[in-house]
């Protein structure tokens, strides 16, 4: 059975691009740092995160998630 979250996912991911961004920006917004220490580096990542999402609603697709994870997964390999 999927959970409430997959549930969720499946159906934000239906969403238009610009609605997505959207979703995104808003739920990074509601959390808060887990080490102290990042809380000053908060204010950069909302820079970021509005710079991505208006991106994002221009039309701008970005690299596919293929091509994301693929990065990722080179970049721990290489850790």
């Known amino acids: 059975m999927a959970s409430a979250a ?4 499946g159906e934000a991911l ?5 609605e997505r961004a959207r979703l995104v920006a808003e739920l ?3 959390l ?3 080490v102290p220490t990042q809380r000053h580096d908060e ?3 909302l820079r970021e995160i ?3 999402a208006r991106v994002a609603m221009a039309g701008d697709p970005g ?5 994301a994870r693929s990065q990722i997964e080179n970049r721990l390999s290489s850790q």
Not at 6 to 9: A, E, F, I, S, T
Request: proline share 8%; aromatic share 8%.
């Open 32 to 34: 808060e740092p887990d």
């Open 14 to 18: 239906k969403l238009a691009p610009d």
């Open 6 to 9: 997959d549930r969720l996912l």
């Open 50 to 52: 509005e710079r991505r």
């Open 28 to 30: 990074l917004a509601t």
């Open 43 to 45: 204010a950069k990542w």
């Open 63 to 67: 690299m596919s998630w293929t091509e």
